[in-house]
């Protein structure tokens, strides 16, 4: 097996499952690969006996090299390394690195007929007719590590997909969701890091607050159901427990529920076909004693809206959603636009793009993509930098 995007929250829940699952004795391990933090990739390479680490950049090569030193462990550095490192056979990956440049190393590791185990949601969003016919084509297997969509792959297990009438996504609304709509154009980055259920990255936990995130989940259920938009909804639940429903022609509802814990939707798609054993809380209904519900606010969430303009236009949109997203939520990180900014900057992209390409901007090549990626972190740059001047 191998892991992308070893060091980050995914990554670390993932090590953790195949140590306590017997480690380097239980897993072959091929590649490990992290941004910058070399001494942690180094320490899980060592742990996990992995063949090859690599990191992002290739300035810090000598360093993990250093840290490698004696173990025969090999090292390598840069984005073509890494995606160098996809096309070493494994029987399992996990893509779990953030944001777009995830794409490339799931991509390639399909080719040689891998289980993916898709955390990386940017990868379907940008590029979701790709990597559904590149699986297709080499026999590959996607699995989804989102809890939302592990807990619908899990719901439709011996079901038809032709029976599904509508998917259900929950939505625990963020660290905002109870603050008056106003007060949101104010709302800080630690403010909006408080999130309630989920400890994860730092850029998902602020897509959370704004639903970027949701956004980005819903155009992954398209994706990798193959629902149509109309049939996939969202619902605030701010407990978290329940991870998805689906609803199908019989009006039966079936729905996941568990505790908010990365571990078992990773653990789920470790062990697929299989269930095993994991360390998850089990939950306590007579204690929880309720579930509650809200529709979302489209004001308060504009991302939401704009996820339905980008599922209507297909090809490059998604692609572009995702570029202008990530350089709106850098420039919000960095304290220069306010948080109701991001999905402003989104939408003049997306609008800018739509009226000087079309609505035909079909999607043929992983070049197609990385074009695309790039002319809209452009826009959203120019038009990020022009609003952080307003303020
Ligand atoms: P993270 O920021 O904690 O970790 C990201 C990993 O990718 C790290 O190893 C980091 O070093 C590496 N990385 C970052 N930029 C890179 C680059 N340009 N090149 C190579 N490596 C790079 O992120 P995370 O929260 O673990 O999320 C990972 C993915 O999983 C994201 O797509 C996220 O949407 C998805 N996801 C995360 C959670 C969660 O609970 N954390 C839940 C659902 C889905
Ligand atoms: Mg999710």
Same mark, same amino acid.
């Given at each position: 097996m191998s892991l992308f995007g070893a060091t980050g929250s995914i990554g670390e829940q993932t090590v953790e499952l195949l140590l306590r699952a017997g480690g380097a004795e239980a897993f072959g391990v091929v590649a490990l690969t992290g941004g910058r933090n070399l001494a942690r990739l180094a320490d899980m390479a060592r742990a996990l006996r992995a063949e090859i680490a690599v990191c992002a950049e290739p300035s810090d090569l000598a360093e993990l090299r250093a840290r490698l030193a004696g173990s025969g462990i090999e090292a390598a550095a840069g984005p073509d390394a890494i995606a160098e490192a996809a =096309?070493?056979?494994? =029987?399992w990956v996990m893509s779990a690195i953030v944001g777009a440049a995830g794409l490339v190393p799931g991509f390639r590791a399909l080719r040689h007929g891998a289980t993916l185990a898709l955390a990386n949601k940017e990868s379907l969003v940008t590029a979701g007719p790709l990597l559904m016919a590149e699986a297709a084509r080499h026999g590959a297997r996607i699995l989804p590590v989102d809890s939302e969509h592990s807990a619908i792959f899990q719901a439709l297990v011996g079901e038809d997909i032709a029976a599904v009438e509508r998917i259900i996504l929950t939505a625990s609304g963020g660290a905002l969701r109870d603050w008056p709509l106003e007060a949101l154009a104010k709302a800080t980055v630690a403010e909006a890091l408080a999130h309630p259920n989920w400890a994860m990255g730092q850029r998902i936990t602020i897509d959370s607050a704004s639903m970027f995130n949701k956004a980005l989940e819903v155009i992954e259920t398209r994706e990798f159901f193959g629902v149509a938009p109309d049939q996939i909804e969202v619902i605030v639940h701010p407990e978290s427990l329940i991870h998805s429903m689906v609803g199908f022609r019989d009006g039966a509802i079936m729905a996941h529920l568990g505790a908010p814990d990365m571990r078992h939707s990773i653990g789920y798609a470790l062990n697929w076909p299989e269930r095993a054993e994991l360390p998850v809380a089990r939950l306590d209904l007579a204690q929880i004693a309720t579930l509650s519900f809200r529709a979302p606010d489209l004001q308060r969430y504009p991302a939401l809206r704009l996820a339905r303009e980008v599922m209507a236009r297909r090809g490059l949109a998604g692609a572009a959603f995702t570029a202008a997203k990530e350089v709106a939520l850098d420039h919000f990180l960095a304290g220069e636009i306010g948080f109701m900014d991001m999905s402003a900057v989104v939408e003049t992209v997306l609008e800018g793009l739509n009226r000087d390409f079309g609505t035909n901007s079909a999607i043929m090549t992983l070049e197609d993509v990385q074009g695309m990626d790039h002319l809209a972190r452009m826009r959203a740059g120019e038009i990020a930098r022009a609003r952080a001047g307003e303020r």
């Open positions: =096309d070493r056979p494994a =029987d």
